[in-house]
């Protein structure tokens, strides 16, 4: 028998027992009517006639009585309904009464209120398909057994309040008519609510405590459920419940896996600064009211597959410490999401966002395939790396980076504990395949890995701040024991996968996986955003795009051999009238080549000497004179002195004028200069249009 209360009961009570050294208060149950002594302690005459005496529906008194199993049997026998065969009983008071067996109520009725506050059932209870008609207390009650409640019925308020369950409650297809308060209640068994339905306007189990796991699949609450506070030692599992009115799990603490997948919050939930130390499953919920999750901590993976979200959905402060997932999640009326942190991946893939929405995330990867907004959006992005392949944009939307911390509604700057300081906040954009871009704004992004073929009117693209793209490898390698180089320009990473695929590919170009595109489907590309970068008035990023342009088609497959060469030439020379350097270098040379050609077989040995000739009649009379000029001669002797140098170095830089000289120039020298006047000009317009291309704005 367990030790009974230490205070003194209030009710005048039996005092079996009592010993004024250990226990002066003896036995606590009270008087049986018309006796001096409790039922447990009286006669079996008087107990008897006790019994005799009590009719289906009469009310009993018995707190703080020790009841045996026979004891028990032999009070609800008392009281049996012969025509129904179940205990029926009016007012039950067994208040602080000892169960020191199986407490047997199965389907009793309790027509009055049933009191069994700070009541000990040492044993199994059974309360299976009992009826209590009125209100039913069990206030800090102790189960040490099995506590069985399958499929009972509280018609008026279900008062658990601080009672302890030491081994599994079962609360199955229960029907709670009204109030049920479980608050501070100790489930150190399982807690099994299966299919159990809160008809009243309260279920209240705020401060309660599950050590094992706790059941509650299909239960249906149909006024207000709150769990704040609660603590759940092991799984909670709310699978198909139904929330009619407004759900509270602010502040409790989910220890195990949680399970609310197919549950339907109907009002408003509330998981405000609660914890879920493991798996927390969302999928498939519906969240018609606003739904809370502001300052909530995950700290192992959260699923919210295809959850429906009708109105705010408040991620405020949240912070998933590893992946969080939105698979084919539908947001209808959020206009909010963030900010929020993620340690690990979020996944939006397959998300759909039906009204203005602003994003403001800080995760280490942000997944948003086939992602669907269907209004204006804004993305706010901190430390992410970003997949947007085949996203769809109806409305304009902006993708920025933000170089600052967030700030929360309340204006502290969101902590970044999951980010330590040394990790780089930029946000990288790894995909927009399968885009349409005509909406789309890039702000302050890094775009070195992102893949572009596949997205539709990249021409339209608009790209704010400072969006940075990969580079061309800058070291100077040998292949085949000539020397490669790369002039430094903006590529896209495209170029760096099908560039590392080629045989004899050098260092410095990066491989992708899978199969590389290749220049007829990066041309178009290039075309779209040398556009893109035109219509931003970026003239020098425009001229990088062009250059890849035009490397593409020289190098794509589909285009004739002639007119390969001639954008082969084109390169060559002044690499497709962008670089100036290329362009003064082969000028400088051919002018050098002019001026040796010059010196050696162009410039005439001397300037040839003018002859005048005449016929001076004898009479007097008009005289004819004929003025002859020698034709140069060609050189001989040292032909590359330093007069000669001058000479040459005039020709050649009228030449570069488009002037003639009037140098006296042997045959070879005039075909020397007809074809310097030809391509040094030439040469120096290239030169002088990719300076203008790098300077223009």
């Known amino acids: ?92 008071g067994f208040g602080s009464a000892i169960f020191e067996g199986d407490a047997g109520f199965g389907s009793a009725i309790f027509e009055g209120d049933a009191r069994f506050e700070l009541a000990i059932f040492e044993g199994d209870a059974g309360f299976g398909s009992a009826t209590f008609k009125r209100n039913a207390v069990f206030m800090s009650a102790t189960f040490k057994g099995y506590a069985g409640f399958r499929s009972a019925t509280f018609k008026r308020d279900a008062v658990f ?51 094992r796991d706790a059941w509650f ?18 799984d909670a599992g709310f699978e198909s419940a139904t929330f009619e009115g407004n759900a509270g799990f602010g502040r409790a603490t989910f220890e195990g896996n949680a399970g609310f997948e197919s549950a339907t919050f109907e009002g408003n939930a509330g998981f405000e600064s609660a914890t879920f130390k493991r798996d927390a499953g969302f999928a498939s919920t519906t969240f018609k009211g606003n739904a809370g999750f502001a300052s909530t901590t995950f700290k192992r993976d959260a699923r919210f597959e295809s959850t429906t979200f009708k109105g705010n959905a408040g991620f405020e402060s949240t912070t998933f410490k590893r992946d969080a997932r939105f698979e084919s999640t539908t947001f209808v009326t959020a206009d909010q999401f963030g900010p929020l942190l993620c340690a690990g991946r979020l996944v939006l893939t397959g998300a759909v966002f039906g009204s203005p929405v602003t994003l403001s995330i800080a995760a280490r990867r942000v997944e948003c395939r086939r ?42 700057p969101l902590a970044e504990d999951l980010f330590p300081s040394a990790y780089d906040p930029a946000v990288r954009v790894v995909s927009l395949r399968g885009v349409d871009a005509a909406h789309l704004v890039l702000a302050d992004l890094d775009l070195w890995e992102c893949l572009f073929t596949g997205t539709v009117h990249l021409d339209q693209l608009r790209l704010e701040g400072a969006c940075t793209f990969n580079t061309a490898p800058r070291a100077v390698h040998w292949r085949h024991w000539s020397p490669v180089r790369f002039t430094e320009r903006r590529v896209l990473a495209e170029e760096h996968h099908w560039r590392a695929s080629l045989p004899g590919a050098v260092p410095g170009w990066v491989p992708g996986t899978g199969r590389a595109a290749g220049p007829l489907q990066l041309a178009p590309v290039y075309r779209a955003l040398r556009k ?3 219509d931003g008035k970026h003239e020098p990023g425009a001229a990088d795009f062009y250059y890849g342009e035009m490397e593409m088609r020289r190098h794509a497959g589909d285009i004739p051999r002639s007119e390969r060469g001639l954008l082969t030439v084109y390169w060559a020379l002044s690499g497709y009238g962008l670089r100036a350097s290329r362009a003064l270098a082969w000028l400088g040379s051919a002018m050098l080549v002019t001026v040796v050609l010059l010196m050696a077989f162009g410039l005439a040995h001397d300037t040839p000497k003018q002859t005048v000739t005449g016929t001076l009649p004898a009479g007097g009379g008009k005289v004819t004179f004929e003025i002859d000029k020698d034709d ?33 120039l042997t045959t070879a020298g005039t075909y020397i200069e007809m074809t310097s006047r030809l391509t040094e000009p030439v040469l120096l317009g290239l030169a002088v249009l990719a300076i203008r291309n790098r300077v223009k704005r």
């Open 371 to 412: 992602t669907r907004w269907s209004s204006t959006a804004e993305i706010r992005l901190r430390y992410a790396t970003v997949d947007f392949a085949h996203a769809v944009f109806e409305y304009p939307l902006t993708i920025a980076a933000e170089p600052d911390p967030f700030v929360l509604n309340d204006g502290r």
């Open 161 to 211: 309040m601080s009672a302890t369950f030491k081994r599994n409650a079962g609360f199955r297809s229960a029907t709670f008519k009204r109030d049920a308060v479980f608050g501070r209640a100790t489930f150190e068994g399982n807690a099994l609510f299966r299919s159990a339905t809160f008809e009243g306007s309260n279920a209240v189990f705020g401060a309660a405590t599950f050590k």
């Open 532 to 534: 893109a970068f035109e």
């Open 632 to 664: 140069p001669q060609n050189p001989t002797g040292n032909r590359f002195s330093g007069e000669r140098f001058e000479k040459a170095v005039n020709v050649t830089l009228n030449s570069v004028v488009f002037r003639t000289s009037g140098q006296d």
């Open 1 to 92: 028998m367990s030790t009974p209360h230490p205070a003194v009961p209030s009710w005048p009570h039996c005092a079996h027992g009592a010993d004024p050294a250990t226990d002066p208060v003896g036995c606590r149950g009270i008087h049986v009517p018309g006796h001096t002594a409790c039922l447990a302690h009286l006669t079996d005459t008087h107990r008897a006639a006790y019994l005799a005496g009590l009719t289906p529906g009469d009310s009993i008194d018995h707190r703080g009585t020790t009841f045996s199993n026979a004891l028990l049997t032999a009070v609800l026998d008392a009281l049996r309904d012969p025509s129904t065969g179940n205990a029926c009983l009016g007012d039950a």
């Open 217 to 234: 699949e299909s239960a249906t609450f149909k006024g207000n459920a709150g769990f704040e506070s609660a603590t759940f030692k092991r």
